[in-house]
């Protein structure tokens, strides 16, 4: 595709529940990254993937969040037992290779724990 | 591990003057520092960046200088105009075992007054 592509946009879930965020990379991109952005401040790194090895995941709140992305391309968020802090723009983004700097985010998945 | 902050949180200024939004970093190995506007609900997008190895670096209307011995570097929009509002991040590259990760500041939220 074009862009990072991110899915849901869009999620209501209510305190316990677990939710799966789905991102789809650029084509061809080797560096995956998930930010989480509360409302009113500036994204901070969950996670970031180079092929399908999770090579840093110090930004990752607590063992409810999980990150996978099996086969190098597609990689998904999994948060269990949604908390309402958890509450956030989930955003995905995309690097071609080592070396190059740019990265590109997807538009993100708007998180609501009700 | 890095630390990012950016000033002013809001800045309000008159269409066709000039903007000025200013970080400081606390890492020394930072190497990359790119800038992104993210106008609400969409994604951050990069409007400029510049690596360690240059102070100063100019698009158009935006640039972008830095101090590496001060730790500073910022933000210059001249010829503001109102499609220029939207919040700006700041951001600093370190590089961690698995690859560059970006530290971003906490935003400024710009808006440019006809």
């Known amino acids: 595709g074009a862009g990072v592509s991110q899915s849901p946009r869009y999620k209501v879930a209510k305190r316990g529940q677990d939710v799966a965020l789905r991102c789809d990379p650029i084509?061809?991109?080797?560096?995956l990254f998930w930010y989480q952005q509360a409302l009113g401040q500036g994204p901070e790194f969950l996670t970031y993937?180079?092929?399908?090895?999770?090579?840093?995941k110090s930004g990752l709140p607590s063992d409810r969040f999980f990150a996978e992305r099996p086969e190098g391309s597609v990689s998904t968020l999994k948060i269990q037992r949604t908390q309402q802090e958890d509450s956030a723009v989930y955003l995905c983004?995309?690097?071609?290779?080592?070396?190059?700097?740019?990265?590109?985010f997807g538009e993100g998945s708007w998180l609501t724990v009700v | 591990g890095e630390n990012v902050e950016q000033h002013p949180s809001t800045l309000s200024v008159q269409e066709g003057d000039s903007a000025v939004i200013k970080c400081t970093y606390s890492?020394?190995?930072?190497?990359?520092f790119p800038w992104y506007k993210q106008e609400l609900g969409k994604r951050p997008q990069l409007i400029i960046d510049?690596?360690?190895?240059?102070g100063e670096k100019k698009d158009q209307r935006i640039a972008v200088t830095l101090n590496k011995t001060a730790k500073h570097f910022s933000l210059h929009i001249t010829e503001t105009q109102p499609e220029d509002s939207a919040v700006y991040f700041c951001?600093?590259?370190?590089?961690?075992?698995?690859?560059?990760?970006?530290?971003f500041g906490t935003g400024t939220q710009l808006k440019v007054e006809l």
């Open positions: 951001a600093a590259s370190t590089v961690t075992g698995g690859g560059n990760k970006l530290t």
């Open positions: 993937f180079q092929n399908e090895a999770q090579l840093d």
């Open positions: 510049i690596r360690s190895n240059v």
């Open positions: 983004a995309s690097r071609p290779r080592e070396g190059s700097d740019t990265i590109y």
């Open positions: 084509s061809g991109h080797v560096s």
């Open positions: 890492d020394s190995a930072s190497n990359y």
